[in-house]
């Protein structure tokens, strides 16, 4: 095989051949697996002759000859001229159809550019017979400074605003009656709470929509579909009133049971789930029933009705495979008679029409949940809070769910999101993750991304994007191959940007990158470019020679925070707890030990206690966990966090509580307990707890240009 030709295609697909390590180091992509992972990215190279076909599709796909080869949805700046993959020849006439409902028309300039439409959105451009949609996007998200005076038309945005929120981890809320998880309900209390200490806002773990066939299936970043919403985290209570959900549970037999299951510490999620799904089976069936004879239910039933219209086909299809998964049972699509994979065949068609009750249960559940989600977006911003909900989005979806299952022709097979090995993942990580193709999504007009954005706008005032490293290139492991034998696809970085920012605005809503991990050069920079927030972490803000740095030397271009869902929380780094977990599994570079590692935390913990002003003597060398009270820590990293000169400050409720326990142990599954552990007290008590309120108000005395 001619390898110059190799590499020629391998380029040309995205492959990125070399790029530096954390570590500073080169690497490069081996022959071998840019053979490997070509084909599963759509151009088969197993031969010269293959290599040359692959490359004349993605000259067409690339370079289009003429507009009537153009994918269907193409992006743009506002306030930019607009240049067309393909060429357009001087005086070529446009039109140009506004969604305002303005229309222009015109004539390429001498560059074969059209000009400027003069405002953000998605218009439809008119070629000849060739019609496409234009996505122009404006120059920068919502911002902070903007949030910070919504609702106050005639004020500029406050670019001197610092404002704090929390981070909470969704199912770990507790209230009364909440059946052994957390739920939207608790959501709602957490944040009418919050916003009265001045908070502006909520950063929630993942709620994309999971398996209602496989309950035991939990991990929030391993979602069946990052197009619609967790079923378990309803709480019908606010549509149907309390009575009418306690008379569901009797009617099931269950009051005792979902008791058991609100004491424990960890949730039982496939027991919850069962029990949960259950009730809720009653609950719809009182309510389909009802609607014929209660008027109020008659009322909501129009309600509902309504939702399913609105909800489309991306509705439709995932709950006629959630039906599907409940008949054929917890396993892979990819795994069920042939006629049931596709979801436009007539035999899928059939089913729901045979089984139109159970796909409505399935819609039923997701319109409690967006109403849950709704109501708690409208009490934090009712009762304050600029921003309100910050929603999270995973970066892959689970290949054996919806999304993967109903957007074939957009995702990647074969492949699974990882990342390389690292200084904290010294072995690299493989995610298990099903990814868009870079290529499929340009080829589909950007349909999933686009819609991705706005399911997870909708009942939020932010969004928190999960690796958006993965807007530029993703680390992809062939399928049976280790994570460090995996490599780098870039993609359409500048498209999902402009898109990004498009929903942003349109939402009123703020963007966070989480950007940790191996960065490519100039990245951060094209994400300030666009007005999105970086992520900076306590653990990783350090100078050259590891001290922790001051606060007023963070960056003002990123959301400041003390940790996340993957690190130790403030008391289990200070115990030390991370480096027992890590060192049972045996998660520890090669080169460290128990013992080194509890050795260099004793000297971090002087950094650290240095920093936040807490070092008595200047020459401590080391400070064991026993030897400075935890609850210091915790206020001078409120204090600290505070201090920063963040446009967004965001204190996780585990280092608000001061618990030792991180909510995911990288590397593991089962044997840490991962996305199962619960708090105390309850949402509506947790922030009256007087150490805890004393931690706020040194978080909220310290951003003196809060809003």
Same mark, same amino acid.
């Given at each position: 095989?001619?390898?110059?030709?190799?590499?020629?295609?391998?380029?040309?697909?995205?492959?990125?051949?070399?790029?530096?390590?954390?570590?500073?180091?080169?690497?490069?992509?081996?022959?071998?697996?840019?053979?490997?992972?070509?084909?599963?990215?759509?151009?088969?190279?197993?031969?010269?002759?293959?290599?040359?076909?692959?490359?004349?599709?993605?000259?067409?796909?690339?370079?289009?000859?003429?507009?009537?080869?153009?994918?269907?949805?193409?992006?743009?700046?506002?306030?930019?001229?607009?240049?067309?993959?393909?060429?357009?020849?001087?005086?070529?006439?446009?039109?140009?159809?506004?969604?305002?409902?303005?229309?222009?028309?015109?004539?390429?300039?001498?560059?074969?550019?059209?000009?400027?439409?003069?405002?953000?959105?998605?218009?439809?451009?008119?070629?000849?017979?060739?019609?496409?949609?234009?996505?122009?996007?404006?120059?920068?998200?919502?911002?902070?400074?903007?949030?910070?005076?919504?609702?106050?038309?005639?004020?500029?945005?406050?670019?001197?605003?610092?404002?704090?929120?929390?981070?909470?981890?969704?199912?770990?809320?507790?209230?009364?009656?909440?059946?052994?998880?957390?739920?939207?309900?608790?959501?709602?209390?957490?944040?009418?709470?919050?916003?009265?200490?001045?908070?502006?806002?909520?950063?929630?773990?993942?709620?994309?929509?999971?398996?209602?066939?496989?309950?035991?299936?939990?991990?929030?970043?391993?979602?069946?579909?990052?197009?619609?919403?967790?079923?378990?985290?309803?709480?019908?209570?606010?549509?149907?009133?309390?009575?009418?959900?306690?008379?569901?549970?009797?009617?099931?037999?269950?009051?005792?049971?979902?008791?058991?299951?609100?004491?424990?510490?960890?949730?039982?999620?496939?027991?919850?789930?069962?029990?949960?799904?259950?009730?809720?089976?009653?609950?719809?069936?009182?309510?389909?029933?009802?609607?014929?004879?209660?008027?109020?239910?008659?009322?909501?039933?129009?309600?509902?009705?309504?939702?399913?219209?609105?909800?489309?086909?991306?509705?439709?299809?995932?709950?006629?495979?959630?039906?599907?998964?409940?008949?054929?049972?917890?396993?892979?699509?990819?795994?069920?008679?042939?006629?049931?994979?596709?979801?436009?065949?007539?035999?899928?068609?059939?089913?729901?029409?045979?089984?139109?009750?159970?796909?409505?249960?399935?819609?039923?559940?997701?319109?409690?949940?967006?109403?849950?989600?709704?109501?708690?977006?409208?009490?934090?911003?009712?009762?304050?809070? +600029? @921003?309100?909900?910050?929603? $999270? %989005?995973?970066?892959? *979806?689970? &290949?054996?769910?919806?999304?993967?299952?109903? =957007?074939?022709?957009?995702?990647?097979?074969?492949?699974?999101?990882?990342?390389?090995?690292?200084?904290?993942?010294?072995?690299?990580?493989?995610?298990?993750?099903?990814?868009?193709?870079?290529?499929?999504?340009?080829?589909?007009?950007?349909?999933?991304?686009?819609?991705?954005?706005?399911?997870?706008?909708?009942?939020?005032?932010?969004?928190?994007?999960?690796?958006?490293?993965?807007?530029?290139?993703?680390?992809?492991?062939?399928?049976?191959?280790?994570?460090?034998?995996?490599?780098?696809?870039?993609?359409?970085?500048?498209?999902?940007?402009?898109?990004?920012?498009?929903?942003?605005?349109?939402?009123? +809503? @703020?963007?966070?990158?989480? $950007? %940790?991990?191996?960065? *490519?050069? &100039?990245?951060?920079?094209?994400?300030?470019? =666009?007005?999105?927030?970086?992520?900076?972490?306590?653990?990783?803000?350090?100078?050259?020679?590891?001290?922790?740095?001051?606060?007023?030397?963070?960056?003002?271009?990123?959301?400041?925070?003390?940790?996340?869902?993957?690190?130790?929380?403030?008391?289990?780094?200070?115990?030390?707890?991370?480096?027992?977990?890590?060192?049972?599994?045996?998660?520890?570079?090669?080169?460290?030990?128990?013992?080194?590692?509890?050795?260099?935390?004793?000297?971090?913990?002087?950094?650290?206690?240095?920093?936040?002003?807490?070092?008595?003597?200047?020459?401590?060398?080391?400070?064991?966990?026993?030897?400075?009270?935890?609850?210091?820590?915790?206020?001078?990293?409120?204090?600290?966090?505070?201090?920063?000169?963040?446009?967004?400050?965001?204190?996780?409720?585990?280092?608000?509580?001061?618990?030792?326990?991180?909510?995911?142990?990288?590397?593991?599954?089962?044997?840490?307990?991962?996305?199962?552990?619960?708090?105390?007290?309850?949402?509506?008590?947790?922030?009256?707890?007087?150490?805890?309120?004393?931690?706020?108000?040194?978080?909220?005395?310290?951003?003196?240009?809060?809003?």
């Amino acid at each position: 095989m001619n390898e110059s030709l190799l590499r020629k295609l391998a380029l040309a697909a995205g492959l990125v051949l070399e790029w530096t390590d954390s570590e500073g180091q080169s690497q490069y992509l081996e022959p071998d697996t840019q053979k490997l992972l070509l084909p599963l990215l759509g151009f088969p190279a197993s031969s010269d002759q293959e290599i040359h076909s692959s490359l004349e599709e993605l000259e067409r796909l690339q370079h289009p000859a003429d507009p009537s080869q153009l994918p269907s949805l193409i992006t743009a700046d506002q306030g930019s001229a607009i240049r067309l993959p393909c060429p357009l020849a001087p005086a070529t006439r446009y039109v140009i159809e506004l969604e305002s409902g303005q229309r222009h028309e015109g004539e390429a300039d001498e560059r074969g550019r059209i000009p400027d439409p003069g405002e953000a959105g998605y218009h439809q451009l008119k070629l000849g017979d060739t019609q496409l949609t234009l996505a122009v996007a404006p120059a920068r998200c919502f911002s902070v400074a903007e949030a910070a005076v919504k609702g106050h038309a005639d004020n500029p945005p406050d670019h001197s605003a610092r404002l704090w929120g929390l981070a909470a981890q969704l199912y770990s809320l507790r209230r009364p009656g909440d059946g052994g998880m957390g739920d939207s309900l608790a959501l709602e209390h957490l944040c009418r709470n919050a916003a009265e200490q001045g908070a502006s806002s909520v950063t929630v773990s993942p709620t994309h929509a999971m398996f209602s066939s496989d309950p035991g299936h939990y991990s929030p970043y391993s979602p069946s579909s990052r197009l619609l919403r967790n079923a378990l985290y309803c709480a019908p209570e606010g549509v149907f009133g309390e009575s009418r959900v306690r008379a569901a549970v009797t009617r099931c037999g269950l009051e005792q049971r979902l008791e058991d299951l609100e004491s424990l510490e960890l949730i039982d999620w496939s027991a919850v789930g069962r029990a949960k799904l259950t009730w809720l089976r009653a609950l719809y069936e009182d309510f389909a029933e009802g609607r014929s004879w209660n008027r109020n239910d008659s009322s909501l039933f129009e309600q509902f009705m309504k939702f399913r219209e609105q909800g489309g086909d991306t509705l439709e299809d995932h709950c006629r495979f959630e039906a599907l998964s409940n008949w054929q049972g917890p396993g892979s699509w990819r795994n069920w008679p042939e006629e049931f994979r596709d979801p436009g065949s007539a035999a899928v068609e059939k089913f729901a029409q045979d089984h139109a009750d159970e796909v409505s249960f399935h819609a039923f559940l997701q319109w409690l949940v967006a109403d849950g989600l709704q109501r708690a977006q409208d009490a934090a911003l009712g009762a304050g809070m +600029a @921003v309100g909900l910050v929603a $999270d %989005l995973a970066v892959g *979806a689970d &290949g054996s769910g919806s999304q993967a299952w109903s =957007r074939q022709g957009e995702m990647l097979t074969g492949v699974s999101i990882g990342a390389p090995p690292d200084s904290f993942n010294v072995h690299g990580q493989d995610w298990g993750l099903c990814s868009f193709s870079p290529h499929g999504l340009v080829r589909s007009g950007f349909r999933s991304f686009i819609d991705m954005l706005q399911a997870n706008f909708a009942q939020a005032g932010g969004l928190r994007i999960d690796h958006i490293l993965g807007f530029l290139r993703l680390w992809l492991v062939p399928e049976g191959k280790l994570p460090d034998q995996g490599g780098y696809v870039r993609f359409p970085l500048e498209d999902l940007l402009r898109l990004t920012a498009l929903e942003s605005v349109r939402h009123e +809503a @703020v963007v966070v990158g989480e $950007d %940790l991990g191996t960065v *490519a050069p &100039g990245f951060r920079e094209k994400l300030s470019d =666009r007005g999105i927030l970086g992520m900076n972490v306590l653990w990783f803000e350090r100078n050259a020679v590891q001290d922790f740095l001051p606060a007023d030397q963070w960056s003002p271009e990123a959301m400041a925070t003390t940790s996340t869902h993957d690190l130790p929380t403030l008391a289990g780094w200070w115990a030390g707890r991370d480096i027992e977990w890590r060192g049972k599994f045996g998660l520890l570079p090669e080169t460290e030990t128990v013992e080194t590692e509890r050795k260099t935390r004793a000297k971090d913990r002087v950094r650290l206690a240095r920093t936040l002003g807490l070092v008595e003597h200047p020459d401590t060398e080391e400070i064991e966990a026993s030897d400075m009270p935890v609850s210091r820590i915790l206020a001078g990293c409120a204090r600290h966090l505070g201090c920063t000169p963040s446009p967004l400050a965001i204190l996780p409720v585990e280092d608000l509580l001061g618990l030792e326990e991180q909510a995911n142990l990288p590397g593991t599954i089962t044997e840490h307990p991962n996305w199962r552990r619960r708090w105390s007290p309850d949402s509506q008590e947790m922030l009256k707890v007087e150490e805890v309120r004393q931690r706020l108000r040194e978080l909220d005395n310290a951003r003196p240009l809060r809003h």
